[in-house]
Nanobody, 117 residues
Framework: QVQLVESGGGLVQAGGSLRLSCVASGSSNFNIRALAWYRQAPGKQRELVAGITSGGTTNYADSVKGRFTISRDNAKNTVYLQMNSLKPEDTAVYYC??????????WGQGTQVTVSS
């Protein structure tokens, strides 16, 4: 059973930065999975924020393009999300998981990001 543990969230002022981390414990094929960060704001559906393939190709939601950077360290079974120039509308619980058909069977607890204006 794979366990996803997200960390790095917090309270930050608009314009600030945070770096999120997600460790996938118990995954034997982490290195071949496409991975992603998702977020869910209060009263809204979970949305895809950024994805990264096993080969390192990245894609981003239009709302975060140019501000967020997704990366991965296969040796550590870890995926990162560097978030710069944060805006109040980025406030949400952030989750990692596989992308598309690479989804793991469960979700982690997420990490709360709150951006004050």
């Amino acid at each position: 059973q794979v366990q996803l543990v997200e960390s790095g969230g917090g309270l930050v002022q608009a314009g600030g930065s945070l770096r999120l981390s997600c460790v996938a414990s118990g995954s034997s094929n982490f290195n071949i999975r496409a991975l992603a960060w998702y977020r869910q704001a209060p009263g809204k559906q979970r949305e895809l924020v950024a994805g990264i393939t096993s080969g390192g190709t990245t894609n981003y939601a239009d709302s975060v393009k140019g501000r967020f950077t997704i990366s991965r360290d296969n040796a550590k079974n870890t995926v990162y999300l560097q978030m710069n120039s944060l805006k109040p509308e980025d406030t949400a619980v952030y989750y990692c998981n596989g992308l598309g058909s690479w989804r793991f069977g469960s979700w982690g607890q997420g990490t709360q990001v709150t951006v004050s204006s």
